[in-house]
């Protein structure tokens, strides 16, 4: 090292002509060693969906600071000859905060899939080295800098937009079409792709794995259970819990008709009380095309049939999990006649077992966690069948589950900037168009509350 620096240094003075040549040469050396020293660099997976900061090597940094240094003198985002990105390292601003993020400023993140990282940026004067500014929700115009972004030839640089929340709430309408991106929990209308409430790494492995509480040793003063904190949901959903209280034992520790303590709001608490029951109602607050959340992740996390919502495809809950899996409130046409088959099933260990028919395989759960995903998919696939719609349509064939920055880099580096630039943008649509009207689901058991027991199917 000290002959090769000494070389250098006596080269730069007689040779000024080379001196850049060599001091390039050199770092290159610096960089090569510097990446044996850090080989064994430990490295950890970002979550899907989540920023996760993990450590970028020395000899890493070294790379980044020339090729971004070569980049700006030439003032270009290198590309393939097709208009494809050939960036190693992403720079994401993020335009409304990090929702629902443990990200900060200068975090790194690495992806997995495309051999890449990014860094995250909130500082508005980084904007012109910026690769994707993002916002959770739409922004009007005036609140997101549309008009510092370019996309051409020379520079790609892609606004996109994300959310969590319904169309009941969140913003919707013509906002939406200013963005390059949309992510959402909805499995077609995001573009390039959803980013969802499911690890399907983890949500497979939560299908497969038996009842931590078999059938016999399950909470006998109450066959449901209901934890919810917002007793005001757009689809109605307290006043028919409160029907259905009439009908079968439900045990209620959160806040809406509450008549049980002993669990607190937390979701991981949650699973530890759902697991002791036979039945765990997994109504969303509204309902919505894919519009499925964590809800439903934490019953089926628990190894209990979750009891769902789901009409004309808002949601459709095939999408998400395996057929015969789950009780849906609107397969009833009376809330007596929905208690009854409760009621049914959870005296029948061999009916109610039937809903958890995926559970009964003879695969070894703590290798197959240990498999890629695509592995985990093929033997999935192999006991819920080919034709699931969870497989073919679904969350499955849908959710790539890893980073939403790892999955938009994967995709600018495999599709021409040109083709992102004319893709069609729309709006988004309204809940009148997305979702079940307010209230709907009191107004499908309406006539049967009123006339008590008649039997009207909406
Ligand atoms: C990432 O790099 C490693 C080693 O450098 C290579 O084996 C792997 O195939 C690469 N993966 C992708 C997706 O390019
Ligand atoms: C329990 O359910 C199984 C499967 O549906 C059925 O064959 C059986 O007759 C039921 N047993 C009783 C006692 O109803
Ligand atoms: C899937 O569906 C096709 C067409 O309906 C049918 O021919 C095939 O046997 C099905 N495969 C399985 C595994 O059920
Ligand atoms: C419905 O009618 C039955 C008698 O037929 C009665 O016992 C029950 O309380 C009624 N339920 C409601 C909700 O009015």
Redesign the pocket.
């Known amino acids: 090292m000290r002959l090769t620096v000494r070389y250098l240094c006596s080269i730069v003075r007689y040779r000024r002509r080379f001196s850049i040549l060599l001091l390039i040469s050199a770092l290159l050396f610096i960089i090569f060693i510097l990446s044996i020293i850090d080989r064994n660099h430990p490295e950890l997976n970002p979550l899907p969906n989540s920023e996760q900061e993990i450590k970028i090597t020395t000899a890493q940094k070294v790379i980044r600071a020339i090729s971004t240094t070569v980049a700006q003198q030439n003032r270009l985002w290198p590309l393939d000859e097709q208009g494809r990105s050939l960036k190693n390292h992403f720079f994401v601003f993020d335009a409304t905060g990090f929702f629902g993020s443990a990200a900060s400023e200068g975090v790194e993140v690495k992806c997995e899939s495309s051999n890449t990282t990014f860094t995250w940026t909130r500082q508005p004067n980084q904007m012109n080295k910026v690769d994707f500014a993002i916002s959770h929700d739409a922004r009007l115009q005036q609140d997101f800098p549309f008009d510092k972004l370019h996309l051409n030839s020379e520079r790609q640089q892609y606004s996109m937009a994300f959310i969590m929340e319904s169309e009941a709430h969140s913003s919707t309408g013509d906002a939406w079409a200013n963005y390059n991106f949309r992510m959402s929990y909805n499995l077609d209308d995001s573009y390039p792709e959803p980013a969802t409430y499911f690890d399907v790494n983890i949500h497979i492995i939560d299908l497969l794995t038996p009842p931590v509480v078999k059938f016999e040793k399950k909470e006998t003063r109450a066959d449901v259970v209901w934890i919810i904190s917002n007793c005001d949901a757009h689809n109605g959903r307290q006043g028919f819990i409160e029907q259905l209280m009439k009908e079968i034992k439900i045990d209620s520790y959160g806040l809406c008709l509450n008549n049980r303590q002993g669990y607190g709001d937390r979701m991981t608490d949650n699973v530890e009380a759902y697991m002791k029951y036979k039945f765990v109602i997994a109504i969303e607050n509204s309902n919505c095309i894919d519009y499925v959340t964590e809800k439903l992740v934490k019953a089926v996390e628990s190894g209990s049939v979750p009891i769902v919502a789901g009409r004309n495809g808002r949601p459709d809950y095939r999408r998400f999990m395996p057929d015969h899996s789950y009780i849906n409130i609107f397969d009833y046409p009376t809330v007596k006649a929905l208690a009854d088959d409760l009621k049914?099933i959870a005296?029948?260990?061999?009916?109610y077992e039937?809903y958890l028919w995926f559970k009964k395989h003879k695969i070894n759960l703590r290798l197959f966690a240990e498999l890629s995903l695509n592995e985990k998919i093929k033997q999935f696939t192999g006991i819920v069948g080919s034709n699931a719609t969870m497989i073919k349509d679904g969350i499955v064939a849908k959710e790539k589950s890893e980073n939403k920055i790892c999955k938009l880099i994967r995709f600018v580096r495999q599709t021409p900037w040109q083709e992102i630039a004319t893709h069609k943008r729309a709006a988004r649509p309204n809940e009148n168009i997305a979702c079940l009207q307010r209230g709907n689901i009191l107004d499908h058991f309406r006539s049967s509350l009123s006339s008590n027991g008649s039997s009207v199917k909406n």
């Open positions: 049914r005296n029948n260990k061999t009916l039937s």
